[in-house]
């Protein structure tokens, strides 16, 4: 089990590593890719004190840089769930499980927001994970609902197991390689069933289906973790960067505005001293 598990790749999970390194506490770092995709598009950033005019490009370097430096490595995987289970948390990410004494949501802020009805049956039809859950679905009908073009390999795996795999494919350029696939070039609006999912809802018509695979590099908080406060899609924490669940910290966009790299790397150095501060209160 691991003292600090931290999640996300931005400027908050760096710098929440880096302190989590310095402060010589065993952590995993969890992200869906190595470097944030926001930092690297960054076209310039002039308030990083020590970095005038620098690019997102240049920035998401010396991030790298700086924690292979330290021998701080990155485990990818998108997490799909974080579970109290009592002065421990449990981890689930691609099909693999972690222990952690604490977390650190570095998460971001998410860019769409859940589709009606997504949250209310998640688990009941609705899944995020196509290892863990695909196996359910060997010779019923799903849809999927795909972000992002490196889960690509995900939708086929389900394709294999599934009788029909209905495809949402959420960005240009696709290359589903499945021939039960069937490509639907078109936007869900919501979810419907009734214990569980039933159908997608489109703009002109509905898809009956047996579960939904919604794949995507970034999940809700409020649906990341159970119990969590979030208020107008940010969450909550105080000074100390702690959320109202202990041994649950938070820092960077997800916690609020302003949107800034140096405020997330701040908030990041806080929640790692903070975890470590919750450790030692522990024993």
């Known amino acids: 089990m691991y003292d600090i598990a931290i999640i996300g790749a931005g400027p908050a999970g760096v710098s929440a590593a880096i302190n989590a390194k310095i402060l010589n506490k065993s952590y995993i770092w969890l992200a869906s890719r190595p470097v944030s995709k926001k930092v690297e598009r960054a076209e310039l950033i002039k308030n990083y004190p ?63 927001k859940p589709l009606e009805g997504e949250e209310e049956f998640l688990g009941r039809g609705i899944s995020y994970c196509a290892t863990c859950d695909g196996a359910l679905y060997r010779g019923k009908n799903i849809a999927v609902v795909c972000t992002d073009k490196r889960f690509e390999h995900e939708i086929e795996y389900l394709c294999s197991l599934a009788a029909g795999c209905t495809v949402f494919p959420m960005y240009r350029d ?20 009734d214990t569980r999912v039933r159908r997608v809802v489109l703009k002109d018509g509905a898809l009956d289906t047996d579960g939904v695979f919604i794949l995507k590099s970034a999940i809700s908080p409020a649906t990341l973790v159970h119990g969590l406060r979030v208020e107008e899609g940010h969450i909550v924490v105080d000074r100390s960067c702690a959320t109202n669940i202990a041994g649950i910290f938070a820092a960077g966009d997800c916690t609020g505005r302003p949107y800034q790299y140096v405020k997330a790397a701040g908030e990041g150095n806080v929640a790692a001293h903070s975890a470590a501060e919750y450790i030692a209160n522990l024993k």
């Open 174 to 193: 696709y290359e589903i390689k499945a021939q039960n696939a069937k490509i639907v070039l078109k936007n869900p609006i919501r979810y419907e069933g």
């Open 50 to 112: 020590g970095l005038p005019d620098v690019t997102g490009e240049q920035l998401a370097f010396v991030f790298k840089h700086h924690a292979e430096s330290m021998g701080i490595q990155l485990t990818e995987g998108v997490v799909t769930g974080v579970y109290d289970l009592g002065g421990r948390f449990a981890l689930l990410a691609d099909n693999r499980d972690f222990e952690a004494r604490t977390v650190i949501l570095c998460l971001g802020v998410e860019a769409a």
